[in-house]
T-cell receptor, first 112, second 110 residues
Framework: DAMVIQNPRYQVTQFGKPVTLSCSQTLNHNVMYWYQQKSSQAPKLLFH???????NEADTPDNFQSRRPNTSFCFLDIRSPGLGDAAMYLC???????????FGQGTRLTVV | DAKTTQPPSMDCAEGRAANLPCNHS???????VYWYRQIHSQGPQYIIH???NNETNEMASLIITEDRKSSTLILPHATLRDTAVYYCIVRVDYGQNFVFGPGTRLSVLP
């Protein structure tokens, strides 16, 4: 059974039109992460939530925002997508000490 | 920044053991070594992790050197479905992020 679910799997958005990607988890984990992965590159951490505490990576553009209304759900908002934001966006969760992170299958974003 | 270095690519014959090295010479005493893999267009999949001792599970074995400065992931009988990018990550326990380096692209050849 899928434990970290990302919807949709594929998203096409217009240049400059706000878009929201969603992630849900059934693991009740405290931490939720968002990664951006461009073609042939490793996943790059954008930000994460530790419970309700939001932690932004220093080089994450302001164009990227996130919301976590409850433990199970987390959203990635891209306020004005540019062509360079086309990528796979990965959501992951992790729990208590020394446990692995569980990744969703990702949402592939295309900007036209 | 990633704290690990891995060869960019490796080949392995189907049915043979795949040994993927990782160098983490600056690892500190409380950092764990994690291995993930990513098959094309899928999310990364957890394989195994360890601190000091060697670990084995149904997918792989993890051998960590005594000085903990390097480790090797062993897939004992590689299959074509093991073709993927393999990432080695060092991480302190809870509260630290998973930072990915470039990884090793493993190609299992028939």
């Amino acid at each position: 059974d899928a434990m970290v679910i990302q919807n949709p799997r594929y998203q096409v958005t217009q240049f400059g039109k706000p878009v929201t990607l969603s992630c849900s988890q059934t693991l009740n984990h405290n931490v939720m992460y968002w990664y951006q992965q461009k073609s042939s590159q490793a996943p790059k951490l954008l930000f994460h939530y530790y419970d309700k505490d939001f932690n932004n990576e220093a080089d994450t553009p302001d164009n990227f925002q996130s919301r976590r209304p409850n433990t199970s759900f987390c959203f990635l908002d891209i306020r004005s997508p540019g062509l360079g934001d086309a990528a796979m966006y990965l959501c992951a969760t992790s729990g208590q000490l020394n446990t692995e992170a569980f990744f969703g299958q990702g949402t592939r974003l295309t900007v036209v | 920044d990633a704290k690990t270095t891995q060869p960019p690519s490796m080949d392995c014959a189907e049915g043979r053991a795949a040994n993927l090295p990782c160098n983490h010479s600056t690892i500190s005493g409380n950092e764990y070594v994690y291995w993930y893999r990513q098959i094309h267009s899928q999310g990364p999949q957890y394989i195994i992790h360890g601190l000091k001792n060697n670990e084995t599970n149904e997918m792989a074995s993890l051998i960590i050197t005594e000085d903990r400065k390097s480790s090797t992931l062993i897939l004992p009988h590689a299959t074509l479905r093991d073709t993927a990018v393999y990432y080695c990550i060092v991480r302190v326990d809870y509260g630290q992020n998973f930072v990915f380096g470039p990884g090793t692209r493993l190609s299992v050849l028939p």
